[in-house]
């Protein structure tokens, strides 16, 4: 799959731009603040309904202005979509693929897949394990809209929990609502452990061989997911620490406080591991991702690469640059020298000048 084009009006300091890429390698390069992650983001909001920075829809349309428009044409296996994401200071944003209004973000998965890799992604190893959560999150709900739903549904239902809890000290009647949201997040719970578990298993098959030429075949890497409790005692958990939720008035187990085991020559580097081995690692995690991807959808996903390549070292910039050849990648960075050093094909350079853009000496609009 590929993305032919993208239309931005009033999309953050984009007034209007029509951009059309290139099958292969598009660099987008310019200063810092011109708008080169904005970009990105458009591109990945389009095709997933949220923005990979977490941003409101009203941060996003360009100040003073009402509305925002994004439009973008995605060709999978020779079929053009053509997607209209439209969004509002104060109103749900509405969106239609080939013209036809769709009601649910799902709707729009299994159009476009991506893997985005930011600077931050370099971190997700030392970072605490929200963050390595949202890793496994991520990934799981493009390649699973069953998942998606369970999680959204897990989700809400230990906020509802939780609340309860919280309310249960001024209104001890609604004690025996408890159980009833305890049935629910055990239910769903059990489901999402049971995906990640596969999750996991799956990603280790691929993993190591990546993190073996990655490290000069120095280090053998592998996960281990470390559920809060086995799909099968999760009720027993949560009957376990009834009494201790009805204290500290917040849900204490569940998936929700699982975390990922990252192991490199049997030791864990989440502890124990030296800066560039937690980097190293985190690449081969998402390089890991792609490969994922793209054996389960049987196409390549579309990479979004933010920044990354001035926070590695050379021989992780060329083992990167090397490995993403036929797939659609969106480069950002300030300069050309990496890719001019690696002789690296670029396939489409855009300038990217205070929310302008310019390509072979036109300026796009
Ligand atoms: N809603 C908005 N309306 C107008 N401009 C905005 C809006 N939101 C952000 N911006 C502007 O967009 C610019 C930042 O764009 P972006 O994050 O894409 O920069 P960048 O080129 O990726 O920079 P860096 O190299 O530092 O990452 C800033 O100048 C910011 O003021
Ligand atoms: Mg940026």
């Not at 480069?331 to 205070?354: A, P, R, W, Y």
Request: aromatic share 8%; hydrophobic share 35%.
């Amino acid at each position: 799959m590929f993305i032919e084009s993208l239309q931005l009006k009033n999309y953050r300091n984009y007034k209007s731009l029509e951009i059309e890429f290139d099958q292969g390698t598009n660099i987008l390069y310019g200063n810092n603040a011109q708008g080169k992650t904005n970009v990105l983001e458009a591109v990945y909001l389009c095709g997933t309904t949220k923005s990979h920075r977490g941003s409101k829809d009203r941060e996003i349309i360009a100040f003073e202005e009402e509305e925002s428009h994004i439009r973008m044409k995605v060709n999978r296996d020779g079929l053009s979509y053509k997607i209209d994401m439209h969004l509002k200071r104060n109103k749900a944003k509405g969106v239609a693929i080939n013209g036809i209004p769709i009601h649910k973000a799902s709707e729009l998965f299994g159009i476009v897949n991506f893997v985005f890799f930011s600077p931050e992604d370099l971190n997700i190893i030392k970072n605490g394990p929200a963050e390595r959560r949202r890793f496994l999150d991520f990934e799981l709900c493009q390649l699973d809209k069953i998942y998606l739903t369970n999680l959204s549904t897990y989700n809400h239902v230990i906020h509802q929990r939780n609340k309860l809890l919280k309310d249960l000290a001024f209104r001890p009647e609604l004690m025996d609502t408890l159980e009833i949201w305890d049935l629910q997040a055990v239910d769903y719970g059990k489901k999402i452990i049971k995906k990640r578990k596969e999750f996991i298993a799956d990603l280790n098959e691929i993993i190591k061989e990546i993190h073996s030429s990655l490290t000069g075949g120095q280090e053998e890497m592998q996960l281990f997911y470390e559920p809060c409790t086995e799909e099968e005692n999760l009720e027993a958990e949560f009957i376990r620490n009834r009494e201790k939720d009805l204290k500290v008035r917040t849900t204490s187990t569940g998936p929700h406080r699982d975390d990922l085991c990252v192991s490199v020559n049997g030791i864990d580097i989440r502890k124990y591991g030296s800066q560039g081995q937690q980097r190293t690692a985190a690449l081969s995690l998402k390089l890991s991702e792609i490969f994922l991807v793209e054996k389960k959808i049987k196409d390549s996903p579309v990479l979004l690469l933010d920044d990354v390549l001035s926070e590695l070292d050379r021989n992780r910039q060329n083992y990167l640059l090397d490995s993403i050849h036929n797939i659609q990648t969106l480069v950002t960075c300030t300069g050309l020298d990496d890719f001019i050093s690696h002789q690296f094909e670029m396939n489409k350079v855009f300038h990217v000048v205070k929310g302008t853009i310019e390509s072979n000496g036109k300026v796009l609009q």
